[in-house]
């Protein structure tokens, strides 16, 4: 009874061919996660990092690391042959990991933070009741889960990471010169040079002192992902050792100095004021009632139900290079009154922005966008850095200082940012005229001055004076970063223009450090 | 009528696309069809709630659609949505704009008489939709779609009795396309992508409909069900993702109604609700409009 036509054969014939292009549609499409990055090629080893300016330390000896034993001790030469032996027979996975930290630790290691901070980047959820519940550092795992690494809580942490490393890298150099002793590859020719080489004395080993720091500190800044960081620091140092780069005495030492200068800033972490960054409740409306006496409308959470603003006391956790004089000191002027006609001016501007927005500026809204499940802006500044990090070849020490110093002015934006959003406690334009509808999600703290002006700004000062030749694509990212938030609908022009001016100053202050450090 | 959840929004597609009506030689089948979708609760990976900084978020399309009969075993299909968006609380900005245009090819190889019973055919169905604009996918839930291309085979079993008993069951896969985004980078699936581009799973799925098709009258009930091969779940109090696992079982019905004294005009309206999902809305669709027919279309008599 069934009819089987030419026409029905045409059409199966079609048919099969059709899918056969469809399964050829579908061919690879998976994306590569990680970074991209080039075996390291170093332009210098940088020998004299050992004796550059100290940030926290006291100087390169304040944590010892004894002298190692000679490479002809009888334990050495079993380290050797340790090497040896794993060289014979390494697996599919350890090769893969030897390239994989090729790129190079330090850029790794920033990679890896970036994650962390887009894995813990989101708000905790409502209560029933409509209060929202606290992240506790004693029950990271529950919900919400901490930390939420909001845009300050991020820079805090890239910056503890970034200048503890650098720290304990400067001390590691400063023996590495002092005890000369030489990688495995150099003492035995029967062991292979599988990472990238150098002139660099391998004692203690550089690798381990970076896992170090990044184990420790990132454990306690992102307690959720501690099996995560553990095997990510135990692979760097497998990867060091079957690399015939250090040898287990050379980790072993590097671990230790590394351990010990996270201890030191651990114990700052402690004390400088971000546990009271939170602020109470009655704190908060204490910065309502100041704006609204100095004749303002105060700003208000647009979050439904409405939120406690974020980190209201961030300004006042410790900086790096400014004083809490220095942040109060460059404090931008105030903003328009909320009752002048520049501000009726600034947010009409706002609402004729976003609602004639072309297509260019929205791509920038979503690529300055670094809201939750992001690096945050700190971190997409990070991001910014690495190529210019990879092609100028720099040393580990080297790569790790550039890190520190973008990431020293970022943490100083972001408190200096935060003292003046909350000595302000300025609306944001979608208060002052709720017919204001948002590109991008409404950061839940008051608008002046601008957080992504401010940020970026100061990560320029820092970029331009570390890459003068690519000072204006930085500049150019800093105008565009700054935009984004006007054509996104979530600041005023004032925010922008003032944050940016900001921001620069800020930077400054990291600059200066840098000129006289000595490594220039 | 299939309705794409475009992260968790609704869109109105062809009707035809998963239905086992074929027009017959000549015959051209057009129209202009309105949808309205909304939901106020949806499902953040496999936890229901409600958001108040969305409220209730609204998708609406009108659709241009047109069917045409090459042969009576062979029909082409076209729809151009134009969709805007709108949630009714909190500061986000609605969307609005063209989306994704469908083409498909509609066969029927296999045609069996069952006795004096009805009609038993198998249809096969090759579809396509591609972006019309560069609308981004970036901001769920408002975003008018995902920005993908995509590329569906489907397969429908349908018998038609003489007196008008109408079973319709359908399964489709569909692949789709990578996805650019505006940024540089992306947090989706437990993982950190440096990349603007993002991976697409594909998509199962399958639809039943049964009831009552004669001279022209339509009146059946559906179930329907989307399962998304891959894809992230949106994570607490997180903003959905284009990549997301969006899955969804829904339930509704559909009539045609011939308006008297003007066959060649057949008013049409579908519902459909969706009852269990995972990062989608819980939404409610309706969708209604008016199709004329030039000649008449084919009695799916045996």
């Not at chain 1, 300004?315 to 000191?329: F, S």
């Not at chain 1, 005023?492 to 006289?516: C, L, N, P």
Request: hydrophobic letters at 40%.
């Amino acid at each position: 009874m069934i009819h089987v036509s030419k026409m029905t054969r045409r059409v199966a014939v079609s048919s099969v061919s059709l899918l056969v292009l469809m399964s050829t549609v579908s061919c690879d499409k998976s994306i590569t996660a990680t970074e991209v990055l080039p075996a390291q090629i170093f332009t210098s080893v940088d020998a004299n990092a050992g004796a550059w300016k100290m940030i926290v330390l006291s100087g390169p000896t304040q944590i010892a690391v004894n002298a190692p034993a000679p490479v002809t001790d009888g334990g050495y030469k079993n380290e050797l042959a340790q090497i040896k032996t794993a060289q014979a027979s390494l697996t599919d996975a350890q090769k893969a990991a030897i390239t994989y930290w090729s790129g190079g630790g330090v850029l790794r290691w920033n990679e890896i933070l970036r994650e962390l901070v887009a894995k813990q980047d989101l708000p905790p959820a409502p209560n029933p009741d409509g209060s929202y519940p606290v992240p506790n550092a004693a029950n990271p795992f529950a919900d919400p889960q901490y930390p939420f690494a909001n845009p300050p809580y991020s820079a805090r942490a890239y910056s503890y990471v970034s200048i503890a490393q650098f720290e304990a890298l400067k001390s590691a150099w400063f023996y590495k010169y002092q005890y000369k002793r030489a990688s495995p590859y150099k003492n035995d020719s029967g062991i292979q040079p599988l990472l990238p080489t150098s002139d660099l004395p391998s004692y203690p080993s550089e690798d381990a002192v970076e896992a170090a720091v990044n184990q420790v500190l990132l454990k306690l800044l992102f307690p959720t992902s501690a099996d995560y960081i553990d095997a990510k620091a135990a692979e760097q140092q497998q990867a060091a050792m079957l690399s015939g780069r250090a040898s287990a005495s050379d980790i072993a030492a590097g671990v230790a100095l590394g351990q010990a200068v996270a201890a030191v800033f651990s114990a700052r972490a402690a004390n400088d004021g971000m546990r009271a960054a939170g602020g109470t409740a009655a704190q908060w409306q204490a910065l309502a009632d100041g704006a609204k006496a100095r004749g303002e409308i105060p700003w208000l959470s647009q979050d439904i139900p409405a939120r406690p603003p974020m980190l209201p006391f961030f300004g006042q956790v410790k900086a790096w290079m400014m004083t809490p004089a220095d942040v109060v000191k460059e404090r931008p002027g105030p903003p328009p009154s909320t009752s002048s006609t520049q501000m009726q001016q600034e947010t009409a501007e706002v609402k004729s922005t976003v609602d004639n927005l072309t297509r260019d500026q929205l791509a920038t809204v979503y690529k300055w966008a670094d809201g939750v499940s992001t690096a945050t802006p700190p971190g997409h500044w990070d991001f910014i850095a690495v190529p210019y990090v990879v092609s100028s070849g720099q040393s580990e020490v080297r790569a790790a200082r550039t890190f520190a110093l973008l990431n020293m002015a970022l943490h100083d934006a972001a408190v200096a940012c935060w003292e003046a959003k909350y000595f302000y406690f300025n609306p944001r334009p979608s208060q002052l005229d709720p017919s204001i509808k948002t590109m991008t999600g409404l950061p839940n703290f008051p608008s002046y001055v601008s957080g992504h002006s401010v940020f970026s700004a100061a990560a320029a000062d820092v970029l331009d004076y570390l890459f003068p030749s690519a000072a204006i694509y930085f500049d150019g990212q800093v105008q565009e970063a700054a935009m984004s938030r006007l054509y996104g609908g979530i600041h005023y022009r004032s925010d922008i223009m003032v944050g940016m001016a900001h921001g620069k100053r800020v930077g400054e202050y990291t600059v200066a450090f840098a000129k006289t450090d000595g490594a220039n | 009528m299939s309705v794409v959840l475009a992260g968790l929004c609704a869109v109105g597609k062809a009707q035809t696309m998963e239905d086992g009506v074929m027009l017959s030689q000549g015959t051209l089948c057009a129209g202009a069809l309105y949808t309205h979708s909304q939901w106020d609760s949806y499902w953040e990976g496999s936890l229901q709630r409600v958001n108040g900084n969305v409220g209730t978020v609204t998708t609406q399309a009108v659709s241009a659609m047109a069917n045409y009969g090459v042969r009576d075993w062979l029909n082409v299909l076209g729809s151009v949505p134009y969709v805007w968006t709108n949630a009714s609380q909190g500061v986000l900005h609605g969307q609005s704009g063209f989306q994704d245009v469908s083409l498909a090819v509609k066969a029927t190889p296999l045609r069996m008489k069952t006795g004096q019973f009805g009609t038993l055919r198998g249809i096969a169905l090759i579809a396509t939709s591609l972006p019309m604009t560069d609308y981004t996918p970036d901001l769920l839930p408002l975003s008018i779609g995902l920005h993908s291309k995509t590329l569906t085979g489907r397969g429908m079993v349908n018998f038609l009795s003489r007196q008008g008993m109408y079973v319709n069951a359908s399964a489709a896969y569909t692949f789709r396309g990578n996805v650019t985004l505006d940024r540089p980078y992306y947090y989706t699936n437990g993982q950190l992508y440096l990349s603007n581009e993002v991976a697409m799973p594909n998509v199962f799925d399958y639809s039943v409909g049964v009831g009552y098709y004669h001279h022209d009258l339509k009146a059946i009930g559906t179930f329907a069900a989307q399962q998304t091969r891959g894809g992230g779940d949106i994570r607490r109090q997180d903003m959905p993702f284009v990549s997301n696992r969006m899955n969804y079982q829904a339930a509704g019905f559909e009539v045609q109604y011939p308006i008297p004294h003007l066959r060649q005009l057949q008013y049409w309206v579908a519902y459909r609700n969706v009852f269990d999902g995972r990062n989608v809305g819980q939404s409610s669709t309706i969708t209604t409009g008016m199709m004329i027919t030039l000649h008449r279309e084919r009695q799916t008599t045996p």
